[in-house]
T-cell receptor, first 117, second 112 residues
Framework: GAVVSQHPSWVICKSGTSVKIECRSL??????MFWYRQFPKQSLMLMAT?????????EQGVEKDKFLINHASLTLSTLTVTSAHPEDSSFYIC?????????????FGPGTRLTVL | AQSVTQPDIHITVSEGASLELRCNYS??????LFWYVQSPGQGLQLLLK??????LVQGIKGFEAEFKRSQSSFNLRKPSVHWSDAAEYFC??????????FGQGTELSVKP
C-alpha cells in the first residue's frame, strides 16, 4: 500500500516551453501533496504544499507563476513548469500524505528528471 | 530555528560490518522523526519513524534507530551491512502542516 506514482519519469524539453508533471496516489486519498526539487548530490528542497481543492502554499523564494501547482482531486496533483529554462533542469519529486499533521507519513513518488535544452 | 544535521556526507563500510549514521535535530516541540533511503535516480523510501513511546525503533531492511532526547539525536543503525544498502540516507523531522525538514543526506558506500 501507500504507492505514489509520477509521470513522466524523465522529460527533455526546449527552453521556453512548458512541462507538466503528474503525481498520483494510487491506493489512498492524499489530503496533502508536496513538491520537492533536488539538485545532484543535495538534499530535497520543499517547493510547495498543495491541498485538494485549494491554492498551493509556496515556500519562500519559489516563483508561483513559474511553478504552477494544481491539486484537483484527492489522488492527483500536477506541477507545471512554465517557460522552462536550463536552470530549471532538476529532479522533481512529489510526496503524498493522508493528513496534515506532523505525524503523518509522506510517501514519495519515484521522481521526474527534467532537462531543459 | 528548525533544522536537521547529518554530520557525515559520505561513509564507506565493508560488507558485513556494522553501520551507524548520525542525525541531530533542532526543533522546539516534540520531534517526529523519520529516516528515508534514496537509491540513485529514485524517490525516497521510508525506513522507519519515531513519534512517541519506545525510543528504539525498528524499521525495514534490518534498520533501527534510537531517539535520544538529551542529545537531540536520532541515529540510524544496522548490525550487518549488505551491498544493496549502498544508497543515500536522509533524516527528517516532521513539522506543522506535515512538512518535512530534511538533513543534507549521507551517502553510504559498501566495500566488498
Amino acid at each position: 500500500g501507500a504507492v505514489v506514482s509520477q509521470h513522466p519519469s524523465w522529460v527533455i524539453c526546449k527552453s521556453g516551453t512548458s512541462v507538466k508533471i503528474e503525481c498520483r496516489s494510487l491506493d489512498f486519498q492524499a489530503t496533502t501533496m508536496f513538491w520537492y526539487r533536488q539538485f545532484p548530490k543535495q538534499s530535497l528542497m520543499l517547493m510547495a504544499t498543495s491541498n485538494e481543492g485549494s491554492k498551493a502554499t509556496y515556500e519562500q523564494g519559489v516563483e508561483k507563476d513559474k511553478f504552477l501547482i494544481n491539486h484537483a482531486s484527492l489522488t492527483l496533483s500536477t506541477l507545471t513548469v512554465t517557460s522552462a529554462h536550463p536552470e530549471d533542469s532538476s529532479f522533481y519529486i512529489c510526496s503524498a500524505a493522508d493528513g496534515t499533521a506532523n505525524t503523518d507519513t509522506q510517501y514519495f513518488g519515484p521522481g521526474t528528471r527534467l532537462t531543459v535544452l | 530555528a528548525q533544522s536537521v544535521t547529518q554530520p557525515d556526507i559520505h561513509i564507506t563500510v565493508s560488507e558485513g560490518a556494522s553501520l551507524e549514521l548520525r542525525c541531530n535535530y533542532s526543533y522546539g516541540a516534540t520531534p517526529y522523526l523519520f529516516w528515508y533511503v534514496q537509491s540513485p535516480g529514485q524517490g525516497l523510501q521510508l525506513l522507519l519513524k519515531y513519534f512517541s513511546g519506545d525510543t528504539l525503533v525498528q524499521g525495514i531492511k534490518g534498520f533501527e534507530a534510537e531517539f535520544k532526547r538529551s542529545q537531540s539525536s536520532f541515529n540510524l543503525r544496522k548490525p550487518s551491512v549488505h551491498w544493496s544498502d549502498a544508497a543515500e540516507y536522509f533524516c527528517a523531522v516532521g513539522t506543522q502542516g506535515g512538512k518535512l525538514i530534511f538533513g543534507q543526506g549521507t551517502e553510504l558506500s559498501v566495500k566488498p
